[in-house]
């Protein structure tokens, strides 16, 4: 899962004709295109700001789940609310509301790290706090993320290729072996999922006002956020930024966990 061939797409993008029809006439802006060719596009209807998320036939990303665990956060913390949502042949689409905010990696705060980390780590420590972890029917458990690791493995589906550098001197044998030896539970909370920066919104006063992208949320260990959001400090601002993520979530470094869920993370659909 390779971060850099994900981001703000540069240059024309073709709009799937269900997304043409979807917007009836009225502009759409693609704003995001993930590493499996699905996009992300903002939509203005009247005086309602839409964005509208499409994926091809051949992604593994399920935009019905996320719909469901979208319609379940939002009884307790700012995430999305679902518009509408299907799909065809030709693709998926996930249309929701919009969030206050800009991303936590847009030009703006990209230049700003210092309050940019620390309102990604405190957001997350708040999504954490907000999220009723009894109540949460979707599961990020390490051991039902590793089973499927095994069962994509066994089909020839795991690309050591597309991993981290620092991960793919491993090979699919050893990677496996290693994620087999599941640590010891933090604390569970329910996870975000895919905890990246840019995945965390930010208010003109350097606040997180909320998340988006939810399709993995789970319970699980609070270190399967924590790693990949701490981890991904280094694509989008550079190196030096994860003690004060993890300051601001009010953490140590747990260097154990933080490899662990890496790595699994990395072997992910």
């Known amino acids: 899962m390779v971060s850099v061939i994900a981001g703000i797409p540069r240059g024309p993008v073709e709009v799937p004709p269900r997304i043409a029809a979807l917007a009836a006439g009225r502009s759409l802006r693609p704003v995001w295109r993930n590493e499996v ?89 708040s999504l954490h706090d907000a999220l009723p972890v009894e109540e949460c029917p979707f599961s990020w458990a390490a051991e039902d993320r590793v089973a499927d690791a095994h069962r994509r493995a066994s089909m020839g589906q795991l690309d050591w290729g597309q991993w981290h550098p620092e991960h793919q001197q491993l090979g699919v044998e050893a990677a496996l072996a290693l994620l087999d030896m599941v640590p010891s539970s933090d604390r569970q909370v329910v996870c975000h999922g895919d905890a990246c920066a840019p995945n965390a919104l930010i208010d003109p006063g350097g606040r997180c006002s909320g998340h988006v992208d939810l399709g993995s949320l789970g319970a699980g260990d609070r270190w399967a956020d924590l790693a990949v959001a701490t981890w991904s400090t280094r694509w989008n601002y550079g190196d030096g930024w994860e003690s004060a993520l993890l300051d601001a979530y009010g953490v140590e470094l747990d260097a154990v966990r933080s490899h662990y869920y890496r790595l699994l993370w990395d072997l992910g659909p």
Do not use: C, H, M
Not at 49 to 66: C, D, G, H, I, Y
């Open 37 to 125: 060719g699905g996009l992300t596009f903002e939509l203005n209807k009247g005086d309602r700001r839409l964005f509208v998320k499409w994926q091809p036939p051949t992604s593994a990303a399920n935009l019905a789940a996320e719909a469901e665990r979208l319609e379940w956060a939002s009884r307790f913390a700012v995430v999305p609310r679902v518009v509408d949502e299907g799909g065809d042949e030709e693709g998926a689409w996930l249309v929701t509301t919009a969030v206050a905010g800009e991303s936590a990696v847009s030009a703006r705060w990209r230049g700003d790290p210092t309050r940019a980390v620390r309102a990604i780590g405190e957001g997350l420590r």
